[in-house]
């Protein structure tokens, strides 16, 4: 019997037909092994193109349809600066009329929770002017509820995979973007014909950390996820299903855009930022909960007591430890309260913990809080017969001590597919994070040969080097043998950062690279603008907002001429 090996290439472009025949999966379920773009982007492109060749004729451009350039305009990441830097950029690329030249729109981190706002509104850029004061009307308004958060982080907790990107996405991307969007990202599906085609991307963790550099890069579409690199993909309404040598075996929910929003940009998440954030979460639990007037807790007021003054004090005692602070108080309280619980061996490693070095204290504490997290579980589900919100504390903490991200089913689990790493086939489950943790701006999405891209415009909004995506990725590429044009910044422009340059090769796309902040629209004065808008604060003032749309506005309408002159060159190229 012939194994998938054998079938060489033809397996590559049909893969699975007799696994196909064994069950009854809907063509949307297939794994694609293969480089190909799907059927539904490609017929994207082709529209597209007609939209692109008129607007390059109100330039005074003239090509033929084929001769029509793939134009890639790229958001890097960088928080709510990075969302704003993208709308600005947007919009005045829409008043110069030159929106429709752009063939896709990729982001990474932050720019995707722009690009997340935008494609909620069918054909957005007819009517970008009306869509960006709606955005902007949301983004400077009330945010959302407590009781809104709690409803969707337990909503995800009935997942298989639950993970801390869940808890971020309900807790900390809502607070910033203002909004619970509950839409699945396949029902963008039909809406956009008339805007650029969207890429969202992150990384495999995994591969990451074993610098697997081909299997790293993940893209997200409307259509379609997986890894751009390496050839492997599924129906985005697929992702997080859980799969067997092709098969998928179980549904669940599909991915929702405030997950996906949490996924893309979790780059600036930290242990420190996230016990912060349950801390509050565990107080206004308890507020909501012993409130004598609503029904909100099946729990007596002594045993709510109890787990509340736990969990307090075990993500107090984190972040003590955390901040290097003393944590003598906090083991003694917790000592007290576990007493009786406890058995001794676990009693007596609490309370030597202080006397610890902070190496193996760091690892008993996470022991400790790993371990009453589980008795805790147990107690509230076994002996109290408990299945509430309080559970779902709990297994919070015990997420973030583990710090486990973006849990998903692997749909690439157990197949035969000599193209992908056997390291990924092995594992039911991957880890997928915000791709500003490897390189922070979305070029290996739109570096497939296969979507044969002219021209890429990168806007960098990132918080220190504004250079560092664009020679990250030369270097990657160098490795990987992906065709990159030569980057070269020279030690004045690392200080003072021009606003337009250009890099360019005969057998590689051309890049135009932008960085947010410059010497022409700051006036010189970078490091004043970089210190106003930093990445890891509180969400932006009606002003701050205002400022910042028009910093990134200018960048556009400064280099418009030049960005029509770069578009004509790679035309010209392609005759």
Known sequence: MLSMKSFGLECRLQPLPARMSKGNQSESSVVR???????????????????VLQCLLQHNIHCSPEEVPNIALLGSGGGERALLGLMGSLVQL????????????????????????????????????EVKDDIIQR??????????????????????????TDIWAALVISEVVKEIDENPLSHQRSKHSKD???????????SNREKMKADVFFEITAHEVGYSITGAFVDSSCFGCQFDEGVKKKNQ?????????????????????TMEELLILIKKLFWRESDVTCNHTSLSPPHLNEVYRVTLTLVELNLLF????????????????????????KYETVITLQMMPEGIARKKIQEQTLYVCQLYSDWLQKQLNYNGLWMVVIKCIELATRWIWGTTYNFLYNMTAPEVSP?????????????????????FSVLRKERHIDLIISLDFSDDDPFKTVVQTAETCKELHIPFPKVHISEQDKQTPKDFYVFESHHAPTVIHIPLFNIINCEGEVRKWKRRYRTFQQPYSCEMIHDL???AEVNIKNNKVDLLREIQKVIHRKT
């Not at 983004?139 to 639950?162: A, C, M, P, R, W």
């Not at 489950?429 to 490897?438: V, W």
């Open 253 to 273: 929910p599909e991915m929702e855009m405030l997950y996906l929003q949490g996924l893309c940009g979790s780059v600036f998440a930290d242990l420190e930022k």
């Open 322 to 345: 955390f901040r290097e602070e003393d944590t003598s108080s906090h083991i003694e309280i917790l000592n007290d309260l576990l007493r009786g619980k406890l058995n001794k061996e």
């Open 139 to 164: 983004l400077t308004g009330d945010g959302v509820s407590f009781t809104d958060k709690l409803s969707i982080l337990e909503k995800y907790y009935q997942k298989d995979n639950f993970s801390l």
């Open 94 to 129: 829409f008043k110069e009329g030159l929106l429709d030249c752009m063939m896709y729109l990729c982001g990474v981190s932050g720019s995707t929770w722009c690009m997340a706002s935008l494609y909620k509104e069918p054909d957005w850029s007819c009517r970008l002017e």
């Open 549 to 551: 749309l028009e910093k």
């Open 196 to 206: 650029p085609y969207p890429i969202y991307t992150v990384i495999d963790k995994q």
């Open 423 to 443: 390291c990924i086939l092995k594992k039911e489950t991957r880890h997928y994070e915000d791709a500003g943790i490897f390189i922070n701006s979305p070029y």
């Open 33 to 51: 092994i293969g480089h190909s773009l799907n059927e539904a982007e490609k017929g994207h492109v082709s529209s597209r193109r007609e939209s």
